[in-house]
T-cell receptor
Framework: DSGVTQTPKHLITATGQRVTLRCSPR?????VYWYQQSLDQGLQFLIQ???????AKGNILERFSAQQFPDLHSELNLSSLELGDSALYFC????????????FGEGSRLTVL | AQSVTQLDSHVSVSEGTPVLLRCNYS??????LFWYVQHPNKGLQLLLK??????LVKGINGFEAEFKKSETSFHLTKPSAHMSDAAEYFC????????????FGTGTRLKVLA
């Protein structure tokens, strides 16, 4: 158990819909990272937050947004969903900003029909 | 800029034989390097990490990796493969000054044959 909690574990929805994925980092970790993993794209970095502030952005679509709240949990919002958004979405946390170990959650599997 | 290349997308070994998963990196700074393992439908788990201490790093489950600066490599090895080692392995580089990104390799799928 990494200490990182993601909900929901599985989500099935339709095209055009909007979903929210939630991540609770390990106690005390200030950094939260979001990744998308799909068969054709591999593991893609989406976005990172550090203590409530956006710190780095990767290949995140404009239809996607995220935030980190004062209690350090984070949410990833995916809107106007397309079939290609079906993937495993991982959250990871880290106690330091640079070079520290990432602790991954079990992921949220999103299926868009 | 940083980058990481996993030289093999698939590796097959027989149970009880050595494992070698290859990783080359590129970094303008002294990097932190990691190996993660992902079993099917699971999150990624840290196997080991290099952070400029000893160049031979020992990890969990009998894995180890050697940091070779002259070759810009960080290959993962295990003396004797076990069936439970079948998984996907990711080499990761991080730590360039002022950045917070972790660069993941494309992964190596390890198959262990009985």
């Amino acid at each position: 158990d990494s200490g990182v909690t993601q909900t929901p574990k599985h989500l099935i929805t339709a095209t055009g819909q909007r979903v929210t994925l939630r991540c609770s980092p390990r106690s005390g970790d200030l950094s939260v990272y979001w990744y998308q993993q799909s068969l054709d794209q591999g593991l893609q970095f989406l976005i990172q937050y550090y203590n409530g502030e956006e710190r780095a952005k990767g290949n995140i679509l404009e239809r996607f947004s995220a935030q980190q709240f004062p209690d350090l949990h984070s949410e990833l919002n995916l809107s106007s969903l397309e079939l290609g958004d079906s993937a495993l979405y991982f959250c990871a946390s880290s106690p330091v900003g640079v070079g520290g170990e990432l602790f991954f959650g079990e992921g949220s599997r999103l299926t868009v029909l | 800029a940083q980058s990481v290349t996993q030289l093999d997308s698939h590796v097959s070994v027989s149970e009880g034989t050595p494992v070698l998963l290859r990783c080359n990196y590129s970094s303008s700074y002294s990097p932190s390097l990691f190996w993660y393992v992902q079993h099917p439908n699971k999150g990624l788990q840290l196997l080991l990490k290099y952070t400029s201490a000893a160049t031979l790093v020992k990890g969990i489950n009998g894995f180890e990796a050697e940091f070779k600066k002259s070759e810009t490599s960080f290959h993962l090895t295990k003396p004797s493969a076990h069936m439970s080692d079948a998984a996907e392995y990711f080499c990761v580089v991080s730590g360039a000054s002022g950045t917070y990104k972790y660069i993941f390799g494309t992964g190596t799928r390890l198959k262990v044959l009985a």
